[in-house]
């Protein structure tokens, strides 16, 4: 089943409902899908409501709801565990929803004059009387990028990650700065060495909880590894034959991996994710 994002008006009847809150959404035996006019009728603490898309031929609708929200047989499942398991037409819906369930929430009020804002019709917006302002989604554009030094490759370890565990470099963009420079300025803050020779590889949306990830291969120019405090626990060179545990296989983090990897050792090519 395709899924395709779309603007439809929540005053139409009928279709598919999904219930989020806070990077989660209720799940049954059948899944995240319920049947919308039914959900409606249901006691649920509902904020609001959008029209989002189409999986297959079906309209799907999401219900932000109260972090209360309770419905029998169902249970809270995370955005991270479907990324994880499940379809990946599925995970592409649901990561939709996740974003346009953050910025929901986060602009039901006016950030510049704190007024209530209301959905604009037939666009993706908030718009606030009272200023005339409007709130779009947010994304948050992040690089992310393998340093590279012949069959060897540079991944390191955030305490965060699960035990084992290493990747690639990531860090957002700052204000005024180039993506090419956010590379280079991240790789520096984090591992302390200098890299030359951007490849840009590929793009990924990643609803965690807006980021845009614009992956590259980099080739290491010069320095020693110098972990940044806090935020690396780890960072070593790694040979393309010996690797460590790796993240998941939908990331891009992976892919920048796999392919560098493909390309040492004269393997088939991954596709993005
Ligand atoms: N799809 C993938 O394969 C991967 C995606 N990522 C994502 O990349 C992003 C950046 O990676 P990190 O190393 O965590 O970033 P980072 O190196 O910039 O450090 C994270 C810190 O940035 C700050 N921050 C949080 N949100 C921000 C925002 N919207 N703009 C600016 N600063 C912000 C916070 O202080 C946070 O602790 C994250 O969203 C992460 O989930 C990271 C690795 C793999
Ligand atoms: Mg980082
Ligand atoms: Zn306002």
């Known amino acids: 089943m395709v899924w395709r994002n779309t603007f439809l008006d929540p005053a139409q009847p009928g279709g598919w409902a999904l219930l989020y809150n806070q990077q989660h959404f209720l799940a049954d035996s059948n899944g995240v899908l319920f049947p919308r006019d039914w959900i409606k009728r249901q006691d649920l603490p509902i904020l609001g409501e959008q029209g989002i898309g189409h999986f297959g031929d079906d309209a799907v609708y999401l219900l932000q709801l109260k972090p209360s929200a309770t419905l029998e047989g169902c249970s809270w499942q995370s955005l991270r565990q479907f990324m994880l398991q499940g379809d990946a037409e599925t995970f592409r819906m649901l990561a939709y929803a996740a974003q346009i369930g953050t910025w929901y929430a986060e602009h039901r009020y006016c950030g510049s004059c704190g007024a209530p ?18 709130h779009y989604p947010r994304i948050s554009p992040s690089m992310i990028v393998l340093v590279t030094r012949g069959d060897e490759i540079l991944l390191a370890r955030s305490p965060r990650f699960v035990t ?5 470099l990531a860090g957002f963009v700052e204000p005024g700065e180039s993506v090419e ?4 300025r991240e790789v ?6 200098e890299v030359k020779n951007l490849q840009y590889i590929g793009s990924q949306g990643w609803p965690f909880p807006h980021s845009l990830m614009l992956g590259f291969h980099a080739e290491y120019a010069s320095g020693e590894i110098i972990m940044q405090e806090d935020e690396i626990e780890d960072a070593r060179w790694f ?28 393997l088939p090519e991954p596709s993005l994710p």
């Not at 084992?164 to 690639?168: A, E, L, P, Q």
């Not at 040979?239 to 004269?266: F, K, Q």
């Open 117 to 134: 804002t209301r959905q604009l019709p037939g666009e993706r917006a908030m718009r606030c009387d009272s200023c005339e302002s409007q």
């Open 164 to 168: 084992g565990v290493y990747s690639t």
């Open 181 to 184: 420079h956010c590379v280079a």
């Open 188 to 193: 520096r803050e984090e591992v302390g060495v």
């Open 239 to 266: 040979r393309v034959d010996d690797l460590p545990p790796l993240p998941a296989s939908r990331s891009i983090a992976r892919h920048l991996i796999d392919l560098y990897v493909a390309r040492r050792l004269g």
